[in-house]
């Protein structure tokens, strides 16, 4: 099964009060090979990127509406008469609000239900499979399942 990556280059705005932000270049990343997953990776102009993983039903809900708890919490809402997808991030680091275009975001994640639809993540993941192969019996097996004591039954002139 081929493990297809869905990914989109885009500029988030990091909200620092209600009159200003600061472009943020990120890039949203979908693995087919992680169904449940999406990943979020920041350039903040450091040697390393920011990388935020998060359930992939946690942002299709937030582009409708407010979705989340604790880390990571979305939502829809029009910001100077455009259309924007809000994450607020939460980590022992800080806090941060971000605004990502919601067309954008709509159509990266329309990309990933397609690759993926939902209720068939569970299929990418193989489980069925390496359970079979982890239960599967081998030559040792037969070691194994022989009595290698003899039980007390054995009469003396057996041994």
Do not use: Q
């Amino acid at each position: 099964m081929p493990h297809t990556v869905v990914e989109r280059e885009l500029e988030l705005k990091l909200v620092l009060s209600p009159e200003r932000s600061i472009p943020v270049p990120a890039r949203l990343v979908y693995r087919a090979d992680d169904p449940y997953a999406v990943h979020v990776v920041f350039h903040v102009g450091s040697n390393m990127p920011v990388n935020w993983t998060f359930a992939r039903e946690l942002l299709v809900e937030g582009v409708f509406r407010p979705s989340g708890h604790g880390d990571v919490r979305i939502w829809p809402t029009k910001v100077d008469g455009r259309s924007v997808i809000c994450m607020a991030l939460s980590s022992p680091d800080g806090d941060a609000l971000l605004e990502a275009p919601s067309a954008s975001v709509s159509a990266w994640l329309e990309r990933t239900l397609r690759v993926v639809p939902p209720g068939t993540e569970s299929d990418r993941l193989g489980l069925d499979a390496a359970l079979a192969a982890l239960l599967a019996p081998t030559p040792a097996d037969d070691l194994w399942l022989r009595d290698p004591w003899p039980s007390d039954e054995t009469p003396e002139g057996d041994l």
